[in-house]
């Protein structure tokens, strides 16, 4: 990469993190362009080079959130890996894991993504709604290829994976903001279990089943 491509790619950067400050507090209404150059140290005319307005720069922030999430949880660990249950348990933990993570370490950033439905005009809302329809699917074919091999229950796996997604959603705002402090591990393990087996005990479970 040439001298002036790094500089380009590095002024983009600089936007981008500044941009998820300011956004972080005063919100997308609250924001002006002129926020985001001051907390970047950047002229007025370089936000122009890089983004067309606060609404580019926004969606690009939310883009690349979805993005990176899918490529490192089931973009890393595709159902074609799993062989055996202890396969599924240790993959669920690990994607787990790397949620907590990363939402963690962006915190600003994934207040702005639960945020979003909110904060976005209602013309960009659609744009917010089709990466979520895609996390759904994504998580729907992770499920049918998990019920084919006999790993989960034959339920419906558009539902579930809705279900799923619902509860990453909540997961996170849990382990980023109401206990941030509590270790990521044993978050990862309880969420996998409870996503595997439910709340019930498992001589709850038999007993339920009998009763059914």
């Known amino acids: 990469m040439s001298n002036a491509n790094t500089k380009y790619v590095d002024m983009k950067r600089r936007l981008l993190d500044a941009a998820e ?5 005063k919100g997308y209404q609250g924001a002006r362009v002129s926020d985001i150059v001051g907390q970047a140290g950047a002229a007025q005319g370089s936000f122009y080079l890089h983004f067309e307005n606060k609404r ?8 690349g959130f979805f993005s990176h999430l899918m490529g490192e949880t089931l973009g890393q660990h595709p159902a074609a890996q799993i062989k055996k249950p202890a396969d599924m348990r240790a993959q669920l933990k690990e994607i787990w ?6 939402c963690r370490s962006h915190p600003m950033l994934t ?3 639960l945020d979003a439905q909110s904060a976005l005009p209602p013309e960009d809302r659609e744009r917010l709604n089709r990466h979520f329809e895609n996390i759904a699917e994504v998580l729907s074919h992770y499920l049918r290829a998990t019920t084919q ?3 989960t229950k034959p339920l419906n796996p ?3 994976g809705w279900v799923v997604l619902g509860m990453i959603e909540r997961a996170l705002y849990f ?8 270790k990521a591990d044993d978050l990862a393990r309880d969420l996998t279990t409870f996503e595997l087996s439910g ?3 498992s001589t709850t479970e038999k007993e339920a089943n009998r009763g059914a």
């Not at 382990?175 to 509590?182: K, N, Q, T």
């Open 158 to 160: 558009d539902l579930m």
């Open 56 to 63: 580019a720069v926004y969606l690009e922030l939310i883009d």
């Open 21 to 25: 400050i300011v956004f972080n507090d």
């Open 199 to 201: 709340l019930l005990a």
């Open 149 to 151: 091999i006999s790993l």
């Open 175 to 182: 382990a980023v903001f109401v206990a941030p402090d509590s």
């Open 97 to 102: 894991a790397t949620l907590i993570l990363f």
């Open 111 to 113: 207040r702005l993504v």
